[in-house]
């Protein structure tokens, strides 16, 4: 067990949804990634969070978004969705923001029907 | 941009049947390469990080060593409990994320 959090394990929807990914980070971790693993692209970094601020962004697509709050937990936002955000979403945290050592939870898969 | 690349993408191997795992990277000012283990249905597990060319690290039968285009990933007499996925990443200075490879998926039969 990693100590990230992650809910729901399952999601499935329709084309058009929005849906609410949430992870709990590591007890003591300040920073949260998200990465998305899909079988033709891999794992591909989204955005990354530390102490509630944005540091970083990836191949993140403007339906998306993220926010960690003040306990920092974050959420993953993903709006209008398509076929293609079919996909398993990882969360992962570090100590601190450059720490490469990253623990991931167990992740959610979105089924976008 | 950087890249990353594993090879091969499937290795079958029998119990005890030593080999080796490839990931080649082009990345500007590399900070550190990592390998991460994944199961079906879990997250990455991480294993090791090089910093720099010649270094080193094993843990059991896993040993990671990194030159300066590549790093190998050596299984010596696998066990079933070894078969999974083996993901490279690198990161470079200045950048906080990981970008990762494809993977290795190792399968080993008893």
């Known amino acids: 067990d990693s100590g990230v959090t992650q809910t729901p394990k399952h999601l499935i929807t329709a084309t058009g949804q929005r849906v609410t990914l949430r992870c709990s980070p590591r007890?003591?971790?300040?920073?949260v990634y998200w990465y998305q693993q899909s079988l033709d692209q891999g794992l591909q970094f989204l955005i990354q969070?530390?102490?509630?601020?944005?540091?970083a962004k990836g191949n993140i697509l403007e339906r998306f978004s993220a926010q960690q709050f003040p306990d920092l937990h974050s959420e993953l936002n993903l709006s209008s969705l398509e076929l293609g955000d079919s996909a398993l979403y990882f969360c992962a945290s570090s100590r601190d923001r450059s720490d490469e050592k990253l623990f991931f939870g167990s992740g959610t898969q979105l089924s976008v029907l | 941009e950087d890249q990353v690349t594993q090879s091969p993408e499937a290795l079958r191997l029998q119990e005890g049947e030593s080999s080796s795992l490839n990931c080649s990277y082009t990345?500007?000012?590399?900070?550190?390469l990592f390998w991460y283990r994944q199961d079906p249905g879990k997250g990455p597990e991480f294993l090791f990080t090089l910093y720099s060319a010649g270094e080193e690290k094993e843990k059991e039968r896993l040993k990671a060593t990194l030159t300066k285009k590549e790093s190998f990933l050596h299984i010596t007499a696998p066990k079933p409990e070894d078969s999974a996925t083996y993901l490279c990443a690198v990161q470079v200075y200045g950048d906080y994320k990981l970008s990762f490879g494809a993977g290795t998926t190792v399968t080993v039969r008893a």
């Open positions: 990345v500007s000012g590399l900070r550190g």
């Open positions: 969070y530390y102490n509630g601020e944005e540091r």
């Open positions: 007890s003591g971790d300040l920073s």
